[in-house]
Nanobody, 120 residues
C-alpha cells in the first residue's frame, strides 16, 4: 500500500488560508483518484474533496464548496488542498487517501494527517 504523508497544517485565524500537501515518497498515485478527508475532535472522519487522475474533475462536500480547491501535480506525485476563508469549524486533522470516484470510499492506509486549527 502507498504510504501517504500529509503536511502544511497549522494555526490560522478565521478568514485565513492554508495549503495542504499530500505526497507518497517513493511511490506513485498518478493514476488514482485522490481524496482529502478530515476528522474533528469527537467526530467521525468525513470526506472533504476529491480529484480524478488527470485533475480534470473535482468534487467537494457542500461545506467547503467555494472555499477549498483540490489540485494535483502528477509530476511531483503530490496532491494539494488550498483552503481559503477558513472557519473555526474547519478545525480538524486532515488526511489524504486514494478513493473510489463517487462513493469516496478510501482505499489505502491512513497517514498521520496534518492538524489544522482555525482560531475565531
Amino acid at each position: 500500500q502507498v504510504q501517504l504523508v500529509e503536511s502544511g497544517g497549522g494555526l490560522v485565524q478565521a478568514g485565513g488560508s492554508l495549503r495542504l500537501s499530500c505526497a507518497a515518497p517513493g511511490r506513485t498515485f498518478s493514476r488514482n483518484v485522490m481524496g482529502w478527508f478530515r476528522q474533528a475532535p469527537g467526530k467521525e472522519r468525513e470526506f472533504v474533496a476529491a480529484i480524478n487522475w488527470s485533475g480534470g474533475s473535482t468534487y467537494y462536500t457542500d461545506s467547503v464548496k467555494g472555499r477549498f480547491t483540490i489540485s494535483r501535480d502528477n509530476g511531483k506525485n503530490t496532491v494539494y488542498l488550498q483552503m481559503n476563508s477558513l472557519k473555526p469549524e474547519d478545525t480538524a486533522v486532515y488526511y489524504c487517501n486514494p478513493v473510489v470516484w463517487s462513493s469516496w470510499y478510501p482505499l489505502g492506509s491512513w497517514g498521520q494527517g496534518t492538524q489544522v486549527t482555525v482560531a475565531s
